[in-house]
């Protein structure tokens, strides 16, 4: 049954939000529709190099017209953490717009994904005055000093998966830190965003210190990594979109960045792990929640062969019990994907893989739409697939499983280790020792044990290794991430 709220109702927010209000302009025209059913959700247009340019000098305006970056710490505090109190005020809200314009089920966006941005918000409310530097005698009369400051005006650029939390988990700590900022959202799934920015202004946060554009990656997202206001750059997204960022920050300015980039997580189940129904459930969790279009994604099933097949028999009832639906439907559990050009990229990938050699144990293919339009794929596991293939090398950023197997712990260890990512890894043992070895060996950012992968807490700096990134979001370490540190020596003495 559909639930009661009717998603035609909502009021989409439309625009760019600039200075505090919703500002119109004459670029490119970008329709938007709900992934679940295509629906029509509204028409945007691409802020461009003039949007920008507008959006940037307006967040430098507002840093000069408040003293959002000079006033004592604990003010910046209060003000965040009214703007989490108002977030919440209006989670049913935020939780429809989110469900209905992205990927994201209505009953997760209004359990984890508003609840935890108005968390996160209030947690770097709360850190503010905690932000602190170093004071140390040098001798002689002579004081070392290491002070943390905001770099001033920052861009924050998020994909379209989790698209309110990712954004909050860059503009809050910035915030924090005393930056304004500037934030791209996906073309894809725009609205929410908008709908925080504004929420934001009407809690009481100063006009531009939080703007936020609309537009493409090629046109709005480079400009606004070139633009000279903008001092840093925050990006969650593809590691070849990740690399684009990075080429363009160092041309155009020298600009720190922090980029959250693609992975291929494996998820190692060793011979005694636990009770394998429960097991399956994390396992399948771990690559079919949000159809799999999650960065942590467990997308390689590394299991020992004592227990591979009863463990895959499991998994394979898990796939079959998916019921595919509308974001907003309670019976909903196999998530839409985001749009038709990524289903096709997902089936491409999997027909190369078994035009390789892989063999297709479920699914391998897209299901056709309840609704005629709208976008889903089968939940599948692919078996047989080696390391020199499409499969093995690419994210496919659905719910898409590759299997292995192994016969003693060091060589599934071995197997863990991708060519290219180190983004995250799932662990599932009953043995001390292995967990402690496999956190000590695996090499990624982020590693679950016994658990599927998930939303990080607040205090886990969430990021990763080689071709998944650098830098950190959440934590201390993404908070300090939107500073610099300045030296100075001070001879008091003189």
Known sequence: ???????????????????????????????????????HLGTLDDAGENGVDEAAKDARNALARSSWATANPRERGRALCAFADAIEAQAERLAMIEAVGSSRLLRLTRTRDITRTAGVIRYY??????LDGSLTPAGNGVMSAVRNE????????????????????????ALAAGNAVVMKTSELTPHSLLAVAEIACQAGLPPGLLNVVNGYGATTGAALVRHPEIGMVSFTGSTKTGADIMSLAAYHGIKPVSLELGGKGPQLVCADPGDLDDIAGKVAAGFID????????????????????????????????????????????????????????????????VAEGATVRIGGAPIPSPYGSGHFH?????????????????????????????????????????PVYGLSANVYTRSLPEAMRAVETIEAGMIWVNQPGRAPEFTFPAGGFRS???????????????????????????
């Open 378 to 418: 089968a939940p599948t596991i692919l078996e047989n697939v080696g390391r020199d293939m499409t499969g093995f090398r690419e994210e496919f950023f659905g719910p898409i499983l590759i299997v292995d197997r192994f016969r003693d712990f060091e060589e599934g260890l071995a197997k863990t280790r991708h």
């Open 290 to 353: 949000n159809a799999g279009q999650v960065c942590t994604a467990g997308s390689r099933l590394i299991v020992h062969e004592s227990i591979a097949d009863a463990l895959l028999e499991r998994i394979e009832q898990k796939c079959r019990d998916v019921h595919p639906g509308r974001t907003w439907d309670d019976a909903t559990t196999l998530a839409p994907v985001i749009s038709a050009g990524q289903l096709a990229r997902i089936s491409t990938l999997v027909n190369q893989t």
């Open 468 to 494: 998944s990134g650098f830098g950190k979001d959440m934590g201390r370490e993404g908070l300090l991430g939107f500073t610099r540190q300045k030296a100075a020596w001070i001879n008091y003495a003189a």
């Open 150 to 173: 905001p770099y001033g005006v920052v861009a924050g650029i998020v994909p379209w998966n989790f698209p309110i939390i990712t954004a909050a988990w860059k503009f809050a700590p």
């Open 1 to 39: 049954m559909l639930h009661p709220v009717d998603p035609g109702s909502l009021s989409m927010p439309s625009g760019h939000f600039i200075g505090g209000r919703f500002v119109q302009m004459s670029g490119e025209k970008i329709q938007v529709s709900c992934p679940s059913d295509g629906r």
């Open 125 to 130: 409310g709360e850190f503010c005055d905690k």
